[in-house]
Nanobody, 122 residues
């Protein structure tokens, strides 16, 4: 049974920072890509960033490039999303996901966490 558990969401003022964590358990993730997605009310789930568990290669959505950083700690089986210079439009529920393809498309990810709310006030 694969489990992904996010933490670290909250309320922050515009320009502030948050770090999200995703603790993975239940299987070996060495061949997986781990992604962060977000979903605002009334909008489709969108890609934020992803990292290869084995190589550490990363990719970001244009909207977060230069502000967000995805990383992983192999020993702790944890993936992080450091979010700096937050904007009100970053407000959403953020989800951690695991999948084989490394795609930006959320339907290609097999495993999902429960989500954590990030709210950025102006």
């Amino acid at each position: 049974q694969v489990q992904l558990v996010e933490s670290g969401g909250g309320l922050v003022q515009a320009g502030g920072s948050l770090r999200l964590s995703c603790a993975a358990s239940g299987r070996t993730f060495s061949r997986y890509f781990m992604g962060w997605f977000r979903q605002a009310p009334g909008k489709e789930r969108e890609f934020v960033a992803r990292i290869s568990w084995s190589s550490g290669s990363t990719r970001y959505a244009d909207s977060v490039k230069g502000r967000f950083t995805i990383s992983r700690d192999n020993a702790e089986n944890t993936v992080y999303l450091q979010m700096n210079s937050l904007k009100p439009e970053d407000t959403a529920v953020y989800y951690c996901a695991g999948g084989y393809s490394g795609s930006d498309y959320y339907r290609e990810y097999n495993y999902w966490g429960q989500g954590t709310q990030v709210t950025v006030s102006s």
